[in-house]
């Protein structure tokens, strides 16, 4: 998932796609643990794509208060 698709999603689908991805890094970290890891690379992508979200959600808040602060002004 690029940054692209990432914007491209509404506000409550990138909060569901985080939820995905947490559930999924979730249990990708507990096949590690028990030893029955099939892909380990896929954690990295795993964690790399919420960062992306998060930082996108971050992105549009911070856009959205200054929008409110100008327009108060």
Known sequence: MNAKEVRDLTG???LEKMDDLG???FNLKFQ?????????GR???IRRDIA?????????DLVGS???T???A
Do not use: C, H, N, W
Not at 32 to 40: D, F, R, S, Y
């Open 70 to 72: 100008a327009d108060k």
């Open 23 to 25: 559930q999924e890094y």
């Open 43 to 45: 954690i990295k992508l």
């Open 32 to 40: 590690l643990a028990t030893g029955k890891m099939e892909a380990p």
């Open 52 to 60: 992306r979200l998060k930082t996108i959600v971050r992105e549009s």
């Open 12 to 14: 409550k689908e990138r």
């Open 66 to 68: 200054a929008k409110e």
